[in-house]
């Protein structure tokens, strides 16, 4: 067998042991229902973990696609102001609040492109949020982070941010990444409060709005996805990684294996990329379910393992 790029197109990092359990723990995967046999992970999500993992499975690139939610910290702060705060307290407490956010954010973002600076086959895409940033405030900041920090992409979680892919507060935000070719990978998904945000069908209006716009749907649909091949079918401009519902085939709510790979057949296998959503998942796991899908040919599962994230990405 010829050897062949492989590259990882969805990890998470955090910055210590600490921050990585607690997200970790904090982050229940529940959509899937029931699967007996899930494969778990000991690892937190450190940047070590990581580079022992590339090191031994031959992944010479990974797209660094951390989460930040200003709506979940807002709540955590709020949730700790002390009572009995008059009103204007209150306001002042807020305001103290939002400004915090905002410069949490962008350290977050600067931090995942300065470890990427020191180890070049980190790929980083920053999170960019509606709820931290006014609109055209969020535009400019990922338009520094590429243009000042190397910043390679973008990353969108609307069920854990709490906005619609749709929602017209994120247009500045696309129209900087289609002018500026920047990829976004955003999760997609059911969410607990059935608001749909992150469901295929909730990227329709953006995809069609933003037609020169690569956008990466996350999980192939996740647990909803039922709706993800109308969408690929309508939509040229969107790609696939397939982590996490890999990892959840046989469950209550996810696909079969073979479902699954007529599903990555049916939108187009070029379409289609290996992540491992590391920390929850390993690396050598992930590759090891690409090779074990039916239906596909070889050469379409090393295709999907590395070569179709350099050619969507921009590797
Ligand atoms: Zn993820």
């Known amino acids: 067998m010829t050897d062949f790029i492989r590259v990882d197109a969805h990890v998470h990092l955090y910055r210590s042991i600490e921050e990585g359990y607690a997200e970790k723990t904090g982050y229940e995967v529940w959509e899937y229902g029931e699967q007996a046999e899930v494969h778990q992970t000991d690892c937190v999500g450190t940047l ?8 031994a499975t031959g992944i010479s690139k990974a797209v660094i696609v951390n989460l930040f939610s200003a709506k979940v910290n807002r709540q955590l702060a709020i949730d700790a102001l002390p009572s009995g705060l008059t009103e204007t307290q209150k306001r002042q407490r807020l305001g103290d ?24 086959g980190l790929v980083p895409f ?45 247009w500045p935000v696309y129209d900087t990444c289609q002018e500026l070719a920047l990829p976004i990978i955003a999760h997609s998904g059911p969410d607990r409060d059935r608001s749909g945000f992150a469901e295929p069908r909730a990227f329709a209006n953006m995809l069609k709005a933003f037609p020169h716009l690569r956008m990466v749907v996350a999980h192939l649909g ?5 709706q993800t091949v109308e969408i690929a079918q309508t939509f040229p401009n969107t790609f696939f990684d397939c982590c996490e519902i890999i990892e959840w085939t046989r469950s209550t709510h996810g696909p079969t294996d073979k479902q699954l790979a007529q599903m990555i057949i049916d939108i187009g296998p070029e379409r289609v990329m290996m992540g491992s959503d590391f920390p929850w998942y390993d690396l050598d796991h992930s590759i090891e379910r690409v090779f074990s899908l039916p239906l596909l040919s070889q050469e ?3 295709r999907i393992i590395g070569a179709n994230a350099v050619d969507i990405l921009g590797l």
């Open 222 to 226: 996740g647990a909803t996805w039922k």
């Open 300 to 302: 379409q599962k090393e």
């Open 126 to 170: 920053i999170a960019a949020d509606v709820n931290a940033f006014e609109s055209s405030v969020c535009a400019q900041h990922v338009r520094d982070m590429v243009e000042d920090h190397g910043a390679a992409g973008v990353k969108l979680h609307g069920a854990f941010q709490g906005f619609d892919m749709s929602d017209e507060r994120l």
């Open 48 to 55: 070590d973990e990581l580079l022992v993992q590339m090191e």
């Open 97 to 120: 609040i939002d400004a915090r956010i905002i410069d949490e954010l962008i350290a977050f973002n600067r931090w995942n492109c300065d470890i990427a600076r020191k180890h070049p």
